[in-house]
């Protein structure tokens, strides 16, 4: 079993900031891959960042140059720093973690910019 906890959400105006924390418990022998990924109303669910074991990332265009994938291994935990925050931005917030080539994904936290 894997266990996922989204925190750090919440309500902010444009041009703000928020860090997003997910901490992996459980069996995550061999996990590889955290990602995080975005759902606005109405709309389908989105890629936002991912960063793998060596490090390596991508980002959405749509936050490139604003928003900062890292982790924690120690902790088996993923972040998401997001700077320069647009109403557009607005969407609750999943991470996915991906363990012996298995998805597992957090319940979401909402994050909220104002205008």
């Known amino acids: 079993q894997v266990q996922l906890v989204e925190s750090g959400g919440g309500l902010v105006q444009a041009g703000g900031s928020l860090r997003l924390s997910c901490v992996a418990s459980?069996?995550?022998?061999?996990?590889?891959?955290m990602a995080w990924y975005r759902q606005a109303p109405g709309k389908q669910r989105e890629f936002v960042a991912i960063?793998?074991?060596?490090?390596?990332?991508l980002y959405a265009t749509s936050v490139k140059g604003r928003f900062t994938i890292s982790r924690d291994n120690a902790k088996n935990t993923v972040y998401l720093q997001m700077n320069s925050l647009k109403p557009e931005d607005t969407a609750v917030y999943y991470c996915?973690?991906?363990?012996?080539?298995?998805?597992?994904w957090g319940q979401g936290t909402q994050v909220t910019v104002s205008s």
């Open positions: 996915k973690i991906v363990v012996r080539g298995l998805d597992y």
């Open positions: 960063l793998t074991n060596g490090d390596s990332t």
């Open positions: 459980g069996d995550v022998f061999g996990l590889n891959v």
